[in-house]
Nanobody
């Protein structure tokens, strides 16, 4: 069974940093594109960042220059380093292995079911 578990969320002041982790089981992260997504209250889930099996990366415009996605193959984990956080970054963050990746448009079509996510709260 494919399972990706998110962790690392929390409360941070605007301008602060957090590092999210996405620990995978049932697949190896370097064989799939893995994406980070987020959903704020009352809004649809949106793509934030993706890393392909070849380590190509994609960032949504609203996080470019602030967030960095990376992968630790030995730990079978994908990370999202979030710096210069803004109140509008507050959301529940999810990760997923996906079938479709494009360096210009991100990643889509998750393979796994959505997990519980990890909540990020940014105080102003």
């Amino acid at each position: 069974e494919v399972q990706l578990v998110e962790s690392g969320g929390g409360l941070v002041q605007a301008g602060g940093s957090l590092r999210l982790s996405c620990a995978a089981s049932g697949l190896t992260v370097d064989r799939y594109a893995i994406g980070w997504f987020r959903q704020a209250p009352g809004k649809e889930r949106e793509g934030v960042s993706c890393i392909s099996s070849s380590a190509s990366t994609y960032y949504a415009d609203f996080v470019k220059g602030r967030f960095t996605i990376s992968r630790d193959n030995a730990r079978n984990t994908v990370y999202l380093q979030m710096n210069s956080l803004k109140p509008e970054d507050a959301a529940v963050y999810y990760c997923a292995a996906v079938r479709v990746y494009g360096s210009n448009y991100g990643c889509y079509d998750p393979i796994n079911s959505w997990g519980q996510g990890t909540r990020v709260t940014v105080s102003s």
